[in-house]
């Protein structure tokens, strides 16, 4: 990916902002905008880039106990807006928010590291079955995503042990969201033909921005951090109060 070095102008805020803007977007859909198709499909380039950013957080934290703990934390906290979007009450065990996902994730990965200190080997004879277990876990305690979105950080963390982590993430994320998920169907009228396709499978799209990384912090600090997770909870009841009042 050398061609793309040029390119590589985006830091860590830049990035998580953008992922801000299409989940904004996919939750306007799902909320007081609903029917207009590109929103969400627009949304589906969120959850990858967070899910980058969670693996990249996993292996640049200072401490990742403290990551797990903050996490943990604002997923408590976002779970009455987050249930009151999607199942209209203060309560509904039948979803959990995204957070809780990215901390099931970063339990696994803490494993697998465990497992590559005694052995490489051990590591790469680990990963498909912590990956299974990871997909079954997020499956049955039904976090945002489900197993998907757990094995979706995975994809970013095992990059970041292979060669031509590009491709990795590529296959990685058609797998996840082509293979795996599928969903509903979009059509394209081109050269005289129409030509579906799944609308998960716009999430590959979000490797466009992740690509052009550069591995800087960008603005960081103790206010922005915490105003960055507050965005998550903070906006779903914003558009939990607009959506009542519209209705």
């Not at 040029?6 to 904004?24: P, Q």
């Not at 609903?34 to 693996?55: C, D, E, H, K, Y």
């Given at each position: 990916m050398d061609v793309?070095?040029?390119?590589?102008?985006?830091?860590?805020?830049?990035?998580?902002?953008?992922?801000?803007?299409?989940?904004?977007?996919?939750?306007?859909?799902?909320?007081?905008?609903?029917?207009?198709?590109?929103?969400?499909?627009?949304?589906?380039?969120?959850?990858?880039?967070?899910?980058?950013?969670?693996?990249?957080?996993f292996f640049l934290t200072r401490s990742r106990k403290n990551y797990l703990g903050r996490l943990f934390l604002w997923a408590l906290i976002s779970e009455v807006p987050f249930d009151l979007m999607y199942g209209g009450s203060f309560f509904y065990p039948f979803h959990q928010n995204v957070l809780f996902t990215f901390c099931l994730a970063l339990l696994l990965m803490t494993l697998l590291e465990k497992a590559e200190r005694r052995s490489r080997l051990l590591f790469f004879l680990l990963f498909p079955v912590v990956s299974a277990v990871g997909y079954l876990l997020g499956t049955l305690t039904m976090v945002d995503y489900y197993g998907f979105g757990v094995l979706t950080v995975l994809v970013f963390y095992l990059a970041k042990k292979l060669p031509l982590p590009w491709l990795v993430q590529l296959a990685g994320l058609w797998l996840v969201n082509v293979g795996m998920m599928g969903g509903m169907e979009l059509s394209l009228e081109f050269l005289g033909r129409t030509w579906s396709f799944p609308q998960q499978g716009l999430a590959l799209l979000a490797l466009v921005p992740i690509w052009c990384y550069n591995g800087q912090q960008g603005k960081s600090g103790p206010l922005l951090r915490t105003a960055c997770y507050a965005f998550y909870p903070v906006h779903m009841a914003v558009l939990v109060l607009l959506w009542r009042q519209l209705g």
């Open positions: 793309l070095k040029k390119w590589k102008r985006l830091d860590a805020l830049a990035l998580k902002a953008l992922a801000m803007v299409f989940m904004l977007c996919d939750h306007l859909w799902a909320t007081i905008i609903p029917g207009n198709l590109w929103l969400t499909s627009v949304g589906r380039l969120a959850f990858p880039i967070f899910a980058f950013q969670i693996g990249e957080g």
